[in-house]
């Protein structure tokens, strides 16, 4: 015998209930975050509206809340990793002493973060001194390998020489994210809630990617401390070690063959010009279309291999590279801030967006002349370099694996009346790389 109808009322309440429930909730997202109103009518009423602010405010700071777990998983990973090599090397708790006052905060912070956080803005804070933390705990675990691999070294001095560079984010709006949205109409604030909605996403998003990007960072260059490579450890012609970072060529580590930058007082640029511009003795060539890596490896038994851009450059043009990789040209530009202090890095060396050890680079571009004219040029490779001007080999390095120095060669060169072209060829042999061509007027 069949059941009557009634009995099934009920349940079909419910499920329509919910779907309607459903449907109103995804609507009305996308009428709030995507909907761009053709007039100014009010969407929702005040209390409807406070309630999507709210759910959506939640379920972003639980979408926050996982990418903050993920990224302290990966901290725990790193401080490991350091904390062997610190052991092995005999360091000790001296480098908790080096750490400055805003490294100490960061810390801290980091430290005080859990999983129960409820408000927004205290878990992208948290993100925040989460991956300053990292940058720090990588930058000790730099110091602490090149202290074991060195013992001459001090960890201070292995700190110091191992500085990376750190990311800026910005601080959300608290007062936009709390605000009591009451209308969707311009100036009630929904605009601004969405604004920092975006601004904690795209922001942690990037934290939880460079998170992984040290990781890996770290896992390579602790994995490659010994590579089969047997080596006596207090020569200083110790072969290149590890993936990454911004003091690891043993030359770098002694500090008696430190390059000075130099004060040039260069302008960027890529024209030379008689009746106008700048008056300046130096200008540093600024911009750049770079393409890499093709492979070489710890041999270095590709130096002498041409590779398509020396055959000739054409920005469209696409190769294979390191590990059947498709390589484009990408263009790349320095910044114009003077070296401070301190600063062992001067401000017109050029490094590749993504940098692979034992690899090669090529760099291009174009230096404008008004005229023929002879000028002074000064070039600087880390490793081994080349220069083409005008599909003429100009320079070559010497083949030794050697720190940048942006005045390692200084010669004369003849540039032609209107566009010149320049070719760079630059290896890495490991560790950091880069390259730069500065220019002086003869006269």
């Known amino acids: 015998m069949s059941e009557p109808i009634e009995v099934q009322e009920p349940f079909a309440r419910k499920l329509m209930t919910a779907v309607v429930f459903a449907v109103l909730v995804v609507g009305g997202g996308y009428m709030l975050f995507f909907h761009t109103p053709t007039d100014q009518a009010n969407l929702f009423s005040p209390g409807e509206l406070r309630r999507v602010v709210r759910d959506y405010r939640n379920q972003q700071t639980q979408r926050l809340r996982g990418e903050l777990a993920e990224m302290q998983a990966i901290l725990g990973e790193m401080r490991r990793v350091r904390d062997q090599w610190i052991t092995d090397a005999g360091i000790g708790d001296e480098h908790e002493a080096t750490l400055d006052e805003q490294e100490q905060g960061f810390r801290a912070a980091a430290a005080a973060a859990g999983s129960d956080m409820e408000q927004l803005h205290d878990v992208y804070d948290a993100g925040r001194a989460v991956e300053q933390d990292m940058f720090t705990v990588y930058r000790e675990f730099l110091a602490a390998r090149s202290v074991g691999l060195r013992p001459s070294l001090s960890y201070e001095q292995a700190y110091e020489s191992s500085a990376t560079p750190r990311p800026s ?55 490659g401390a010994g590579d089969g490579i047997d080596v006596d450890l207090s ?15 043993p030359e770098e580590l002694d500090y008696t063959h430190q390059p000075d930058p130099g004060n040039y007082d260069a302008v960027p640029g890529r024209k030379l ?31 002498d291999i041409r590779f398509g851009p020396e055959a000739s450059v054409n920005l469209d043009d696409v190769f294979t590279g390191s590990g059947g990789d498709k390589l484009r040209w990408e263009y790349k530009k320095t910044g114009h801030v003077s070296p401070g202090p301190g600063k062992k890095q001067a401000f017109w060396k050029i490094e590749p967006k993504n940098v692979d050890a034992y690899s090669i680079y090529y760099a291009t571009t174009e230096l404008y002349s008004d005229m023929p004219r002879e000028v002074w040029i000064a070039t ?11 599909d003429d080999l100009i320079w070559t390095s010497p083949k030794e694996r050697k720190p940048y120095h942006a005045t390692e060669n200084v010669q004369l060169a ?27 007027l003869a006269e």
Do not use: H
């Open 414 to 440: 003849k540039l032609q009346q209107g566009q010149n072209k320049i070719l760079y060829r630059v290896e890495n042999a490991g560790g950091t790389m880069g390259f730069s061509l500065m220019i002086r």
């Open 169 to 223: 984010r910005p601080e959300l709006d608290r007062a936009a994210l709390y605000r009591d949205i009451t209308t969707t109409l311009p100036g009630g604030g929904l605009d601004e809630f969405k604004q920092q909605i975006k601004l904690s996403t795209i922001e942690m998003r990037e934290m939880t990617e460079n998170a992984k990007k040290l990781l890996a960072f770290t896992k390579k260059a602790n994995a």
């Open 273 to 303: 010009t008689t009746a106008s511009g700048t008056d300046t003795q130096w200008m540093y060539v600024d911009s750049w279309y770079i393409i890499g890596p093709f492979p070489s490896d710890r041999r270095r038994e590709n130096l």
């Open 380 to 390: 600087g490779t880390d490793d081994y370099g080349k220069l083409w001007i005008n």
């Open 235 to 249: 020569s200083d012609d110790v072969a290149m070690i590890g993936y990454r970072g911004p003091e690891l060529m």
